[in-house]
């Protein structure tokens, strides 16, 4: 079991939120930890990355009312006060950034010290809603363990516990052991994600939807060509990417015809049951109102113009396999 005790970067008291953000994009935190690694399923390489190299702007203003973000700060203390309750352990907060010792971009900010027990000496607190929640029914989050391993790995500790605010009632506490095998592969693969950041070199797309929003992003589109012919490697890729396409389309009319085939049998009725099997809800929506903005725009065309706004345009990824030889004259 690793001994070391982590550096004190920074004490976080005197540090206003633009700097705060400044620092922790010096390196990965323990909430970037299961991002780096590639296993976050809210965010990609790709767009940590993009945080890290200051390609995205850094957020001046903190998250509001209707951001989960808010709601876990302003509960994080009565998250903590009710573990002291539950567990009869006495808590304080860190104040401070730390960091690793020999890996230098290895950062963490813990929530709440625990403070005299030989057990466990870090307290993470979460909360979840009614949709987070279903993330917690089989324990703790693969992504959050990765997280409180991270921290396990910054400060040498041997446990931490996960207090975790439920639907805002229920409390859950999970105790997280270190691992050793699951720090050393955390470390070469921060590592490796980290040369990403130094060198200035994108990590790859993963196919989420947060790397298609960053590469939306990052690249706004140009009128220029790139000739690939040469390159077997993406050569390869489109020619899979043209066969995936197709087989998805003969699917999607398959199950189109599936569908059309259900909805003839059902004729007026709005739900068609299969036994054990499950049933089908085919529910007319009730009426609603749309506007009709070519027929403002003939009536008050100065109206709309006083209200029109220009909206930029956005990148469409079209394929194209006909592709007709030039010949010269």
């Given at each position: 079991?690793?001994?070391?005790?982590?550096?004190?970067?920074?004490?976080?008291?005197?540090?206003?939120r633009h700097q705060w953000l400044?620092?922790?994009?010096?390196?990965?935190?323990?909430?970037?930890?299961?991002?780096?690694?590639?296993?976050?399923?809210?965010?990609?390489?790709?767009?940590?990355?993009?945080?890290?190299?200051?390609?995205?702007?850094?957020?001046?203003?903190?998250?509001?009312?209707?951001?989960?973000?808010?709601?876990?700060?302003?509960?994080?203390?009565?998250?903590?006060?009710?573990?002291?309750?539950?567990?009869?352990?006495?808590?304080?907060?860190?104040?401070?950034?730390?960091?690793?010792?020999?890996?230098?971009?290895m950062l963490a900010n813990i929530?709440?010290?625990?403070?005299?027990?030989?057990?466990?000496?870090?307290?993470?607190?979460?909360?979840?809603?009614?949709?987070?929640?279903?993330?917690?029914?089989?324990?703790?989050?693969?992504?959050?363990?990765?997280?409180?391993?991270?921290?396990?790995?910054?400060?040498?500790?041997?446990?931490?516990?996960?207090?975790?605010l439920l639907c805002g009632q229920?409390?859950?506490?999970?105790?997280?052991?270190?691992?050793?095998?699951?720090?050393?592969?955390?470390?070469?693969?921060?590592?490796?994600?980290?040369?990403?950041?130094?060198?200035?070199?994108?990590?790859?797309?993963?196919?989420?939807?947060?790397?298609?929003?960053?590469?939306?992003?990052?690249?706004?589109?140009?009128?220029?060509?790139?000739?690939?012919?040469?390159?077997?490697?993406?050569?390869?890729?489109?020619?899979?990417?043209?066969?995936?396409?197709?087989?998805?389309?003969?699917?999607?009319?398959?199950?189109?015809?599936?569908?059309?085939?259900?909805?003839?049998?059902?004729?007026?009725?709005?739900?068609?049951?299969?036994?054990?099997?499950?049933?089908?809800?085919?529910?007319?929506?009730?009426?609603?109102?749309?506007?009709?903005?070519?027929?403002?725009?003939?009536?008050?065309?100065?109206?709309?113009?006083?209200?029109?706004?220009?909206?930029?345009?956005?990148?469409?990824?079209?394929?194209?396999?006909?592709?007709?030889?030039?010949?010269?004259?």
């Open positions: 079991m690793s001994k070391h005790a982590a550096l004190r970067l920074v004490d976080t008291r005197t540090l206003d400044e620092v922790r994009n010096g390196g990965i935190g323990s909430s970037d930890a299961a991002t780096a690694v590639g296993l976050n399923p809210y965010k990609s390489q790709l767009e940590l990355w993009q945080e890290k190299t200051g390609r995205k702007p850094v957020e001046e203003a903190p998250p509001g009312q209707d951001d989960p973000r808010y709601w876990g700060t302003l509960l994080e203390p009565l998250v903590a006060s009710a573990y002291q309750e539950h567990t009869g352990h006495r808590v304080r907060r860190l104040n401070a950034v730390l960091q690793h010792p020999s890996f230098p971009y929530d709440r010290e625990v403070v005299g027990s030989p057990d466990v000496q870090i307290l993470e607190c979460k909360t979840a809603g009614e949709f987070g929640s279903r993330l917690w029914k089989d324990g703790v989050p693969e992504y959050v363990q990765l997280q409180v391993q991270h921290q396990l790995a910054v400060t040498g500790k041997p446990a931490a516990d996960v207090a975790v229920e409390l859950r506490i999970h105790r997280i052991e270190r691992d050793e095998e699951v720090i050393s592969r955390l470390i070469v693969l921060e590592a490796r994600f980290w040369e990403y950041v130094i060198n200035d070199v994108e990590p790859p797309a993963d196919g989420s939807e947060s790397a298609a929003r960053t590469l939306r992003s990052l690249y706004r589109g140009k009128d220029t060509v790139v000739d690939f012919s040469q390159d077997e490697a993406l050569a390869a890729t489109f020619t899979e990417l043209v066969a995936i396409n197709a087989a998805l389309t003969r699917q999607e009319q398959h199950a189109e015809r599936l569908k059309q085939t259900l909805q003839q049998a059902m004729g007026d009725a709005s739900v068609a049951r299969f036994g054990s099997h499950g049933e089908v809800i085919y529910r007319r929506s009730k009426d609603g109102t749309a506007l009709d903005a070519k027929r403002l725009a003939a009536d008050h065309p100065a109206i709309v113009a006083a209200y029109t706004v220009t909206r930029p345009g956005s990148r469409r990824f079209r394929i194209n396999t006909e592709i007709k030889e030039i010949t010269s004259c």
